[in-house]
């Protein structure tokens, strides 16, 4: 019997060209699909726990809190606050900060350390670090409404007084006051005359329920002490929003001086027998023009 060639047998070729094609295509197949993307365990491990810990990755710090994360303390009203920051955050953005913790609105606040903080510098120019003591001066808008004291009455007879052409001193919310006299222990006033900011207390004056009134100054942080004989309230100087006076009739050398401490005519602390040689010294260390002597 002959053998056959099975290389060279016709039908062999025809079956191997088709195992050929599918063995191509089986090949092909797997290129085409999608291979598996493996991390290693310990990097999947580390990126959990970071998440856990609520820590940040580098692409989710903004402008706002770039730098070092760091605890300062807050003093204010013999009260200590532990707050975090960061470095790189400016005065101005820590008291909105503040505002939120302490009831005292930023534009209110007096910020002390190494002297006082102004709103460009950032934590870090200011010297301040980890663990550091900042004092703050100011006052709530509580507090400064219950200084003025306002009642409806005295709404109603403002505005009297806001629209009337009359002198301050004619005006019968004033002469209640004015009626009782000179106070025997008033500084004595000068007319025509103006001196700086004595380096004593005003004192001897009244307020509008007839109460004692002492006004100290105290430029070096920026405030006005206003005292009666309850309270002493420290009103920072940006929070009075004007200053009106006139003279008093018949005693020129003492004024009526009206401290705006909000936003309309209604909240003056109205405050009599102010001596006239300091009027306007007080007017422009309230309204930001101090002087000196």
């Not at 060279?8 to 025809?14: D, G, L, S, V, Y």
């Not at 002492?214 to 070096?220: G, V, Y």
């Not at 001596?275 to 101090?290: M, N, R, S, T």
């Amino acid at each position: 019997m002959e053998c056959v060639d099975s290389e060279n047998n016709p039908e062999n070729k025809i079956l191997n060209n088709v195992e050929e094609k599918n063995s191509t295509k089986e090949e092909s197949d797997k290129l085409t699909e999608p291979s598996e993307c493996k991390i290693a365990k310990t990097e999947i491990e580390e990126a959990s726990k970071g998440t856990e810990k609520g820590e940040a990755s580098p692409i989710e710090l903004t402008e706002e809190n770039k730098g070092e994360s760091i605890e300062v303390k807050v003093i204010y009203n013999k009260k200590k606050y532990d707050v975090t920051t960061t470095t790189e955050t400016k005065i101005s953005e820590f008291k909105k900060q503040l505002q939120g913790i302490v009831g005292v609105p930023d534009s209110m606040q007096k910020l002390m350390f190494k002297g006082l903080l102004q709103d460009d510098q950032t934590i870090s120019t200011s010297g301040i670090t980890k663990g550091c003591k900042i004092m703050l001066v100011g006052s709530t808008l509580t507090d400064v409404l219950a200084v003025s004291s306002v009642s409806k009455q005295d709404v109603v007879e403002s505005e009297k007084a806001t629209t009337s052409k009359e002198p301050l001193c004619k005006q019968k919310i004033h002469r209640k006051v004015l009626d009782k006299g000179l106070p025997e222990d008033v500084m004595p006033g000068i007319k025509n005359l103006k001196e700086a900011l004595p380096p004593v207390p005003l004192s001897g004056m009244l307020n509008k329920h007839g109460g004692k009134v002492r006004l100290t100054f105290k430029l070096e942080v920026d405030q006005l002490w206003l005292s009666t004989k309850e309270r002493t309230e420290k009103l920072p100087m940006g929070s009075i929003k004007n200053v009106i006076s006139e003279p008093i009739e018949d005693h020129d050398e003492y004024h009526i001086i009206g401290l705006q401490l909000g936003p309309t005519e209604a909240s003056r602390y109205w405050i009599y027998w102010v001596p006239a040689q300091y009027v306007d010294a007080i007017k422009d260390a309230v309204l930001g023009k101090w002087q000196y002597f």
